[in-house]
Structure formats: structure tokens, C-alpha cells
């Protein structure tokens, strides 16, 4: 029997992930947030809780959970709430976009989302919880830790190796074999060249305007 869903948050991501659930014709429970949902269009029709203890008194064999909390840098929220419900029992449901390309030598963690436009060549790990959004490209050999979020057009050459909580920003490029130490932040548009160390931004160049 196919399990239901309960989505957890309603914000962007999470309206995102149901348009996916949708389209692949899963049952959606419940959308959990304290909030009222924005999004009224996606979530419509979609019951809403505002107590995230309600999941708790569910049987966590009757249902699978979307972590529908945005990763953002430096917030941990979205692991935490990964950590709380797998601690009570709960399973998270690794969610895949019919139009992204995943090799089918691809090691995937619990809870993973692959988003639209992504590419995740052979031989490459993701990680529990973590998030290969919009048009990311993760290629051969790369081994991403738990997580994890490669933001939209991030691009990671061949071997690359991320630790725990690394937030890779929109549109950064990594070169081939380097390694993103635990919880470090790879700013937008940046081009990282050399591995780096635990806890560190990495900005790119600012832009700078003036007359012409």
C-alpha cells in the first residue's frame, strides 16, 4: 500500500515539492507549518497543521515525510527537523524530478530532493537531507555529504568530495577533486578553485558599477 505524505513547511521549497508530489500522483496528508501557506494556488485543497506534534501521534510506519524546509546558509533548521523525526521513528521520502538525470550508479541518502534540470553523473554519493536544486550539475565521482544544498546552476566538476552541512550558493563552480570541509558556504557565482576548510565563506568577486 502506498503511503501518505505529510510536507513539512510552506514556503517556496515546500510549494515546489508539491507540485512534484502532485505530478507524480502521491497522497499529500497534510502541509505542517505554523504559518498559513502563501502559496495559495499549490496548496490548495491541501489540509493544514499548524502543530507539527500531530505527526507524532501518527504511526510512523503509516506515513512518509517531505522536508519541505529551505536550506539556507547558516540556518540549521531544515537538518533539525530531519534529526527530530527520524529520531521519533519517521522516514523521509527521497523525491526525484522526472526531468532530472540521475545515473543509475547514483547513491542516494534518505529524504534526498532532486530538483528540475539537475544532472548527477555516475558514480557520484548524495547524502541524507540534502537538496540538488534547479539545474545543478553534479558530476562523476562526486561525494556529497548530509545536508547539503547545491543551490540552483551550482556546478561541481568530477571528485568532488562536500562534508556535513555545506551550502554550495546559485551558480558557483567548483573544479575537479577539491574538498568543502563540514558547514562551509560556497557563495553565489563564486569559482572555487582549492579545497576548503571547516566553517568558511567563500565570496566571489563583487561586481562594481561606475559611469561610462
Not at 494556488?41 to 519541505?68: C, M, R, Y
Amino acid at each position: 500500500m502506498t503511503k501518505s505524505i505529510v510536507v513539512l513547511g510552506a514556503g517556496g521549497h515546500a510549494a515546489v515539492l508539491v507540485e512534484m508530489l502532485i505530478t507524480q500522483k502521491f497522497d499529500i496528508k497534510a502541509l505542517v507549518s505554523p504559518d498559513k501557506p502563501k502559496n495559495t494556488n499549490t496548496f490548495a485543497n491541501l489540509a493544514h497543521w499548524q502543530d507539527e506534534a500531530k505527526i507524532l501521534k501518527l504511526d510512523p510506519k503509516s506515513i512518509l515525510l517531505v522536508n519541505g524546509i529551505g536550506s539556507m546558509p547558516r540556518s540549521h533548521a531544515r537538518q533539525e527537523v530531519y534529526k527530530k523525526f527520524t529520531e521519533a521513528g519517521f522516514k523521509f521520502l527521497t523525491l526525484i524530478s522526472p526531468h532530472a538525470f540521475v545515473s543509475p550508479s547514483v547513491e542516494i541518502g534518505s529524504g534526498v530532493q532532486i530538483m528540475a534540470g539537475s544532472i548527477i553523473q555516475t558514480g557520484c554519493k548524495i547524502g541524507d537531507n540534502s537538496i540538488v536544486n534547479t539545474g545543478a550539475i553534479v558530476d562523476h565521482g562526486c561525494q556529497i555529504g548530509r545536508h547539503n544544498h547545491l543551490a540552483p546552476g551550482a556546478t561541481l566538476s568530477g571528485e568532488v568530495v562536500t562534508a556535513e552541512g555545506v551550502h554550495i550558493g546559485t551558480g558557483a563552480t567548483l573544479i575537479q577533486g577539491i574538498q568543502i570541509a563540514a558547514f562551509s558556504i560556497i557563495g553565489a557565482g563564486a569559482i572555487v578553485t582549492k579545497s576548503v576548510t571547516e566553517k568558511q565563506i567563500i565570496y566571489p568577486a563583487r561586481s562594481t558599477s561606475k559611469p561610462i
